[in-house]
């Protein structure tokens, strides 16, 4: 979380930790490079990504720095990376929806398998008069944003799917109702896209945007548990879970940098 501007950004260190990564072993590293700055007194907190080492390794460190040395002895040290759990909000919730868009994505595979039938793809594209402004792309599966790109990308492509779902006899186009969630399913995880842009800034503050962002986050999960899909209802019910386990409580120390905020 980024408190501050670029032109005060320092790296203390980069270095290698040897394995196993246990706790022990990474708190030991981290309490180096402390000691190294003189800054082991003054730490106010430290940012991590959200596993179960990280966790008790923040244990371990209240120990090596002491509370009478950290802020309000050591209450707020432990910040979750706010760009991370919303990564893993997410992917609970493209979890659900998974098989939903896998004719979007069979489809995809198809005519980007050989560069010939993308050649096709490319001329229908002209015939029908479709401008091709980005190249089909598939998805990793396991990064949800890859997912909301493949999808951003091939829908506006849509009229020439289904004219080669008329010319190829081997090519099975998705059926409509695939194509308006798949829309549905894009719309919604661009919120999420442009949130992460937001979080992992470096060229400008980020802790002034947390509080009303983390609010906008849910408000907007809510709301689609009343979507006329039921996947979408599945998905939001999945992420509301995951949100409420990292945010029900919210990091005391972000309402500082709302209200300081001119």
Not at 56 to 63: A, D, H, N, V
Not at 127 to 136: A, F, P
Not at 229 to 236: G, L, T
Request: proline share 3%; hydrophobic share 40%.
């Amino acid at each position: 979380m980024n408190f501050t501007t670029e032109l005060c950004f320092v790296m203390c260190r980069f270095m290698y930790v040897p394995c196993p990564h246990t706790a022990e072993a990474i708190c030991d590293a981290l309490h180096k490079c402390l000691q190294s700055w003189d800054i082991d007194r003054r730490v106010s907190t430290v940012t991590l990504d959200n596993c179960s080492t990280n966790d008790s390794m923040i244990g371990l460190m209240e120990t090596r720095l002491g509370a009478t040395n950290m802020l309000l002895r050591g209450k707020w040290l432990h910040m979750r990376c706010c760009a991370h759990i919303l990564n893993l909000i997410v992917k609970d919730g493209m979890e659900v929806i998974a098989s939903a868009v896998s004719n979007i994505r069979d489809s995809i595979a198809y005519w980007v398998a050989t560069p010939k039938r993308y050649e096709k793809f490319e001329k229908t594209a002209l015939d029908e008069k479709v401008e091709l402004v980005k190249k089909l792309q598939l998805d990793c599966k396991t990064r949800w944003n890859s997912t909301y790109i493949m999808l951003k990308i091939a829908i506006p492509y849509r009229k020439v799917f289904e004219r080669l779902g008329e010319l190829d006899r081997n090519y099975v186009c998705p059926p409509p109702n695939d194509w308006i969630f798949a829309s549905t399913v894009c719309d919604k995880l661009g919120l999420f896209y442009d949130l992460t842009e937001l979080f992992s800034g470096t060229k400008y503050v980020t802790a002034n945007l947390f509080f009303p962002k983390v609010c906008e986050i849910k408000l907007k999960i809510k709301s689609w548990e009343h979507d006329e899909h039921e996947k979408i209802r599945e998905m939001s019910a999945a992420m509301i879970e995951k949100y409420d386990k990292y945010w029900t409580d919210i990091h005391g120390l972000m309402a500082v940098a709302v209200i300081l905020d001119p």
